[in-house]
């Protein structure tokens, strides 16, 4: 494959000095900076890989064929990302599914980064399978299929049938049909190289560009969720738990794991046979998906942190399936409670609460015009609801959120998520972005589906059902204005609910 053609030099070095557990950047900034020449090489590497591409399309722009050479340009670009390795096609990946971001030339090749990834040999794979669960592979599977069914940029799967499953000591025959993920050999040491640069340049553009947020710490998060991905024992716990979270919801589909026959490099679970919610076309499917995510961001706290287009099937029997759980995070009950509070302060065109809302959670420094700021963010929102809330677009609304945010030098606080220490600019990019890949999908199918319009049922029935404090206080503060009864907001809300 031409990531190890082009890039396998990381990985014929990679020893236990570079085979990280946890992402820890000083282990890595310590195992990578008396090897200069490796470093050199792979700096010129990506210079001349990504600077040779701009300089293409430079001389496109001069020669006036940018627009007849763009998808060929495309197409390029993807296979420099292949050949640079993982940690560029897992940017890629996320960026492919914001369409208000890139043109869809672009989206179209950077979405078969999510699924169709040249493999590793097959005889690499079943060393791994056999190294890591200490079990010949003819005594654990009955069938092997030829070549994989999936490539991705941290591992591959293949179809299996099981001969056995491992139960203590003893051996039960079966003739379940499951995926297993086998992890890249080397893949930790080319990410941590490249993390090892992006952390330096990252330095350098925060002293440069005079950025507030701190850009070591948000490439210091990347890096952290990338590695709990790498982790296959604990994406077989998110998948049990989520499973058990979600598995009840109707015609949605989660794959059982199987905890036992896995490890960190190998993963084994229920196989799944379908094609991507993509390219199914189904509003029913979607309107589920929106659900689910709802459920996880609000309800649970527990949600699907990496929802990109790949990792949501339609199955052959018609219903919805997460797979991929590597990438999950948790949201606290306090922050789920300000999400419902600040879609109503939206809704109901309360947007000097709304700002406050924003402001109150940390996001300005002290120097900042607060209110120059809240005459902007009261601009977007108002622009937002003008048409009316099931006109609402989430892709636009957070865009221009994210515009704003960008021109007054918005500061991130911490909070908690993806289960460990990161800040609140993970929580939106995360939680929220299967409801812009949800979105991206069905405007492809109905351009006038909008994911918050079909959302705000579901916030006002939790609003008035919910015992939860801060939403009871959420309710009255809504329904009593002044002291007098705003009957109307409680007949708004109930119609919407009905």
Same mark, same amino acid.
């Given at each position: ?41 792979? +700096? ?36 420099? +990302?292949?050949?640079?390795?993982p ?15 890139i043109p ?88 941590s190289?490249?993390?090892?640069i992006?952390r ?19 490439v ?64 029913r ?135 460990r220490k ?7 990019i ?21 994911? +918050? ?41 109930? +119609?919407?609910?009905?």
């Amino acid at each position: 494959d031409k990531f190890s053609k082009y890039s396998g030099y990381i990985s014929d070095v990679s020893n236990d000095e570079t085979e990280f557990k946890e992402y820890d950047p000083v282990q890595i900034s310590r195992a990578f900076k008396n090897r200069p020449l490796l470093l050199m090489r792979r +700096l010129l590497q990506i210079s001349f890989k990504v600077g040779g591409w701009l300089g293409i399309r430079y001389f496109d722009s001069l020669l006036g064929r940018s627009d007849a050479l763009f998808k060929k340009r495309a197409a390029e670009f993807r296979e420099a +990302l292949v050949e640079l390795g993982p940690a560029f096609v897992k940017i890629a990946q996320a960026v492919s599914s914001r369409p208000d971001l890139i043109p869809p030339a672009y989206i179209a090749e950077l979405s078969l980064l999510q699924d169709q990834i040249a493999p590793f040999s097959t005889k690499a794979a079943l060393s791994i399978i056999e190294s890591e669960l200490g079990v010949p592979v003819d005594v654990l599977f009955s069938e092997i299929t030829p070549a994989p069914v999936a490539a991705a940029s941290l591992g591959q799967a293949r179809r299996f049938t099981f001969y056995y499953i491992l139960f203590s000591p003893r051996l039960r025959p079966s003739g379940d049909t499951v995926a297993v993920k086998v992890q890249r050999p080397g893949v930790k040491a080319t990410i941590s190289l490249d993390i090892y640069i992006l952390r330096i340049l990252a330095g350098y553009a925060r002293i440069v560009g005079r950025f507030n947020t701190d850009l070591q710490a948000v490439v210091d998060e990347w890096a952290s969720s990338l590695f709990r991905e790498m982790d296959y024992e604990a994406e077989a716990r998110n998948g049990e738990r989520f499973r058990r979270l979600f598995g009840d919801i109707p015609d949605l589909t989660i794959p059982k794991m199987y905890k036992e026959l896995s490890s960190q490099r190998v993963l084994i679970m229920e196989w799944v046979e379908g094609q991507k919610l993509s390219e199914a076309k189904d509003l029913r499917l979607v309107e589920i998906g929106t659900y689910c995510s709802l459920s996880q961001i609000l309800e649970t706290g527990f949600y699907h942190a990496d929802p990109h287009p790949g990792n949501l099937l339609c199955t052959t029997d018609g219903k919805l399936a997460y797979i991929d759980f590597g990438m999950m995070g948790e949201i606290k009950q306090n922050f789920r409670d300000a999400i419902v509070e600040a879609s109503l302060h939206l809704v109901n065109r309360e947007f000097d609460a709304l700002a406050g809302d924003i402001v109150n959670l940390g996001f300005l420094p002290p120097t900042a015009p607060s209110a120059e700021v809240s005459r902007a963010l009261t601009g977007i929102f108002e622009n937002a609801v003008s048409r009316g809330v099931t006109n609402l677009s989430f892709g636009d609304l957070s865009g221009k959120l994210g515009q704003t945010m960008f021109k007054f030098k918005f500061r991130i606080p911490s909070y908690f998520s993806l289960a460990r220490k990161t800040t609140l600019r993970m929580i939106f990019i995360f939680a929220f972005s299967s409801l812009t890949v949800l979105e991206g999908i069905a405007i492809t199918i109905d351009p006038n589906y909008k994911v +918050l319009g079909r959302s705000y049922p579901w916030i006002a029935r939790k609003v008035l059902t919910d015992d939860s404090p801060t939403l009871r206080s959420t309710l009255y503060n809504l329904l009593y204005k002044d002291g007098t009864f705003q009957i109307d907001r409680l007949e708004s809300l109930i +119609l919407e609910v009905r």
